[in-house]
Each structure stands twice: as structure tokens, then as C-alpha cells.
């Protein structure tokens, strides 16, 4: 199977991480469409040994250009006004903006946790070729998280989740990469320091960061009304998000089962004798959990654990080639 495969925002991190994954996995194209904005077009980028000139945005004709997949990956309101103009023209747009997120008729989806969700989804409509549909893409942290709480949710029914996130600056981009690399000053600073928001905040208090991580785990989960507390913090680590996690179960559930329910799930590598850091994790598709312990504030029905993942691969560019691959799959494209 060949395919017509665009990537929106491609001279972006996440549209790098994208070509990245794409060419390491063989994804079955024929053709490729690089776009971005107009500071971005005329870029040359590499690709399976081939340089592909990145286009204008604003000047492409999604009607005369026939798609099959596109790769949205330059921001909500880049994803609010094409997203829909890709669609309509017969696409499938994989979009990894918040702008779709929670809509309650799109698609909201972590291949390993509800990927069957998509599938079941595209049989009842009745796809075949060229389904025209969104699916969003959830937040970095979100999908490292529910990798996790699925299975033991599944095992142990969780009834709340605090969660504090180490956060690198990849997931705001090149500019704070660079900031961070050059010891720069971007908003707060960054060099040899730590910062307690991400987003802009809410009326609750919470960042919009910290509500995403609610709101999506939510959906993704299936537990409307799942309890969690985040806290969202950006620190001068390059690349690889992390975060410390606190579950209360409504049943015991052991040091023990919890890890023997982690290991037969695909996608997650559980570390019993050391822990992972974000060094060690950089540039590889697993999530990575390690000092998973029994918590002391809730004992027995409580856990505590370590998780790590590559934010730019399985945090977006590999989440995202995952959905195109179901698709594909079923051949419902």
C-alpha cells in the first residue's frame, strides 16, 4: 500500500520527530508534502535520502493535492482553520494541537490504551477508502500517563491520581531549546532553574496544562469521573518527560501485581532494580517506569512510581504514526 502523507508543521520539532519516525518505520508513502508557515517555507528537508522542498501553507489546494494522511502538528490555530479544510477534502488529519481534543465526537486516542476505541469506530461507519475524519493527538504527558494507569486501572479500578510532571523544554519548542542551550533568558529563566506553570492559568488555579491532563485521562480512560491532581512544571532538561505519580486503587494492590500487570502490556518497559532518566530515555519509543513502590500515605489500596518518556516520539510523532497505522491496518484507507 502506497499513500499521499502531508506533514503540517514540518520544520517543527515535532514535524522532525515525525519524518523521524515515519522513515524508521517504513511507513508505506508514495509521496510526501512537507507545509509550514511562510517563514518556514523553502526549507529543504531530508527524507529516505531524498531532499523535499517545504511548501506554503496558506497556498496549498487540499482539493487539487489528493491527501490521504495528513500529520497536523503546528499549533491550535494553524489545526482550527486547516484541520477541517483537510478533512473535507477527503483526508485523514492526525492532529497533535488541543484544538479537537475535547470535542465528544473526535477521537481522542493512545493506540495501546483505547486504539480498539478507533477501530470499532471506522467498522460502524463503514469506512473503506479516504474516511475523512480528525483524530487528536492527547498531550505529551497525558499519553505517558495513561499508558500507565490503563492496565492497572483495569486490574485494581483507580479512584484518584496526583501527578507531578518534569517537563522538558522540547515540549515548548525550539526556541526554549535553544534558550536552555545558550544559558538565555525566555520569559522565566529557564538556566539552572525550574518553572511551576505551564499554559496560562485557570481560574482554579490549575495551569491549562495540569487541566489537560484531567480532561484527557478522563476521555482516554473511559472514567468520566476520575480524580486527578496535577502539578505541571517546566526544567532545564533538554529532551524526555517525566513524572512522579501517586494512585489510590479501590482494592489492595501490590508492589507485585502492579508490576506483573505493567510487563504484559506493549509500549511500556518496567525498571525493577534502578530507575530511568530522561537521558537514558531520549530518542526511544517505550515508556519507561521504574521505583514503583507500595505509597505510605495510602498503603496498601496506594502506589507510587516513576515514569519517563522520549515527549517528542511517543509524546507526539510516534502516538501519531500509531493511529495512521490502525488505519491502515483495517485498510480503511
Known amino acids: ?36 508557515g ?77 486504539g480498539d476505541e478507533l477501530k470499532s469506530m471506522s467498522q460502524r461507519r463503514g469506512y473503506r477508502r479516504s474516511p475523512s475524519i480528525i483524530i487528536a493527538n492527547p498531550n505529551c504527558s497525558t499519553i505517558q500517563l495513561a499508558m500507565v494507569l490503563a492496565p492497572i486501572h483495569a486490574a485494581a479500578i483507580i479512584k484518584r491520581v496526583f501527578v507531578s510532571t518534569y ?39 490549575y495551569s491549562r ?12 480512560l473511559n472514567i468520566p469521573d476520575l480524580l486527578l491532581s ?3 512544571v517546566r526544567v532545564p532538561v533538554i529532551n524526555a518527560h517525566s513524572e512522579s505519580v501517586v494512585i489510590e486503587t479501590e482494592k489492595p494492590f501490590s508492589v ?23 537521558k537514558e530515555v531520549s530518542g526511544k519509543d517505550d515508556v519507561f517506569v521504574s521505583r514503583v513502590r507500595q505509597d505510605l500515605a495510602f498503603g496498601e489500596k496506594g502506589l507510587s512510581f516513576w515514569i519517563v518518556a522520549d515527549n517528542l516520539r511517543k509524546g507526539a510523532a510516534l502516538n501519531a504514526v500509531q493511529i495512521a497505522e490502525i488505519f491502515i491496518a483495517k485498510e480503511f484507507v
Not at 5 to 31: S, W
Not at 176 to 197: C, F, M, R, T, W
Not at 209 to 220: A, N, P, T
Open 256 to 278: 507485585t501485581q502492579a508490576i506483573q500487570c505493567l510487563n504484559n502490556k506493549p509500549g511500556l518497559i518496567v525498571l525493577e532494580d534502578h530507575w530511568v532518566t530522561p
Open 38 to 114: 511562510d517563514r518556514s517555507a523553502g526549507q529543504v528537508m531530508s527524507f529516505n535520502h531524498n531532499n523535499y522542498t517545504v511548501l506554503p501553507l496558506a497556498e496549498f489546494d487540499w482539493k487539487k493535492q489528493v491527501v490521504d494522511i495528513a500529520f497536523f502538528s503546528a499549533g491550535n490555530e494553524v489545526s482550527m482553520h486547516y484541520a477541517p479544510i483537510a478533512r473535507d477534502s477527503g483526508c485523514i488529519v492526525i492532529d497533535n494541537s488541543s484544538a479537537f481534543r475535547y470535542d465528544d465526537d473526535i477521537p481522542l486516542i493512545v493506540p495501546e490504551v483505547n
Open 230 to 232: 496535577a502539578t505541571a
Open 167 to 205: 517537563q522538558a523544554v522540547s515540549g515548548a519548542g525550539q526556541m526554549l531549546v535553544d534558550a536552555l542551550k545558550n544559558g538565555e533568558h525566555y520569559d522565566a529563566s529557564i538556566h539552572h532553574n525550574v518553572i511551576p506553570q505551564i499554559d496560562v492559568l485557570q481560574n482554579n488555579g
Open 209 to 220: 496544562e495540569e487541566m489537560k491532563m484531567l480532561w484527557e485521562s478522563r476521555k482516554i
Open 1 to 36: 500500500m502506497s499513500l499521499r502523507v502531508a506533514i503540517v508543521g514540518a520544520t517543527g520539532l515535532v514535524g522532525k520527530a515525525l519524518l523521524t519516525v515515519l522513515e524508521q518505520r517504513n511507513f508505506p508513502m508514495d509521496h510526501l508534502i512537507l507545509l509550514a
